[in-house]
């Protein structure tokens, strides 16, 4: 697929040879063997975005294997207008390579924030739903859920970083910020005006800078996502454990009031043994005996209750001066200090003197 500086859109087929021949390339210049890269050869610029493979040239812009990618929406709709000044691109005024450059970052940069438009309110439903106090179990259908979305996430956030980094090569290197402006080799008009004072040089590392930081706000966003993800996580953690803790408690309890019950047990056995005793012939006994179990029992359950208490609960906060919680400047604070020593200090010598 060709479009050329006015839009105009033209399609072929040509052998891989033939195209090298035209475009005066090598075979390897083709290969793509990155999933995202900028390079300059013999005074074109080849792009790959992920499926999207180009080349760009002063006087037309070339997409290879167009009809095997999803872009047909913005190849046939939106890129001609844009190539020929009906669009939102800022760089009308400067050669051809410069729109060319721009339309194809500014679909990259476009759908990576389609993508993150897309998770972001997932992600927080699913987080909403899992992180509730009130929940005794976490839903396995949610886990599954966030834990795609936490997949999705984390290849958006490679391949942001595959964008900035690309991005940041060509910044790094002036030459090839010099390589990228394809008229002022070719056009006589354009290099003039780079001699005359517009740094043609300047404004592609400008349009390079602008995406790269709209790249790194996605980043950032993204790298918000994470945490949040991590800190709900601990959350629900932390949840999980609290309800297993009143668990463990309510069961330690249960324990406790069993090994009381079965202690004072021990005294309803002895009686049931076929042993005579001269105790069975009085009839108060039997009731004397089993309220001794139970007072016993609910003695012995209580002390086990106040002792497991006082260690499961957690210590009181030691006790801080009202004066001290109030948030004073520093000189402020040493002079607190000082007057507190010295009228600790004045107290403890008009004690000694009266003593």
């Given at each position: 697929?060709?479009?050329d500086k006015e839009g105009n859109t033209t399609f072929f087929e040509k052998k891989?040879?033939?195209?090298?021949?035209?475009?005066?390339?090598?075979?390897?210049?083709l290969r793509f063997q990155h999933l995202m890269s900028i390079a300059t050869r013999n005074n074109r610029i080849i792009v790959r975005m992920e499926f999207l493979k180009a080349v760009i040239t002063p006087e037309f812009l070339l997409i290879l294997d167009y009809r095997n990618l999803n872009l047909?929406?913005?190849?046939?709709?939106?890129?001609?207008?844009?190539?020929?000044?009906e669009g939102q691109l800022v760089t009308y005024s400067l050669p051809?390579?410069?729109r060319a450059i721009e339309a194809i970052l500014q679909y990259r940069i476009s759908k990576l924030q389609g993508r993150l438009n897309t998770l972001q309110p997932q992600i927080l439903e699913t987080l909403e739903a899992l992180v509730d106090p009130k929940l005794l179990s976490v839903d396995r259908s949610k886990l599954h859920i966030l834990l795609q979305n936490g997949k999705s996430l984390s290849e958006l956030e490679t391949d942001l970083k595959v964008f900035k980094e690309t991005i940041l090569e060509i910044l790094d290197e002036e030459e090839l910020i010099e390589e990228l402006c394809l008229s002022k080799w070719t056009d006589p008009q354009v290099f003039e005006e780079s001699t005359s004072g517009i740094d043609h040089a300047e404004e592609m590392e400008l349009l390079l800078e602008n995406y790269y930081r709209q790249a790194e706000d996605l980043a950032n966003e993204a790298r918000e996502l994470r945490v949040l993800i991590d800190d709900s996580e601990s959350i629900i953690f932390i949840n999980l454990d609290s309800h297993r803790n009143v668990m463990m408690r309510l069961n330690l309890q249960l324990t406790m009031g069993t090994f009381s019950l079965s202690l004072f047990g021990l005294i309803g056995v002895a009686f049931g043994m076929?042993?005579?005793?001269?105790?069975e012939e009085d009839p108060r006994i039997f009731w004397l005996v089993t309220g001794i179990m139970f007072l016993g029992s609910g003695l012995i359950w209580r002390r086990l209750l106040s002792f497991l208490g006082r260690h499961l609960e957690p210590p009181l906060p030691p006790h801080v001066p009202a004066l001290l919680k109030k948030s004073q400047p520093a000189?402020?604070?040493?002079?607190?200090?000082n007057n507190l020593k010295a009228e600790t200090f004045g107290l403890s010598r008009s004690t000694l003197t009266n003593q």
């Open positions: 697929m060709k479009l891989k040879t033939e195209l090298y021949q035209e475009l005066g390339l090598q075979a390897r210049d047909e929406h913005w190849l046939f709709n939106e890129l001609a207008s844009q190539l020929a000044g051809f390579e410069f076929n042993l005579e005793s001269s105790l000189a402020g604070r040493v002079e607190i200090k």
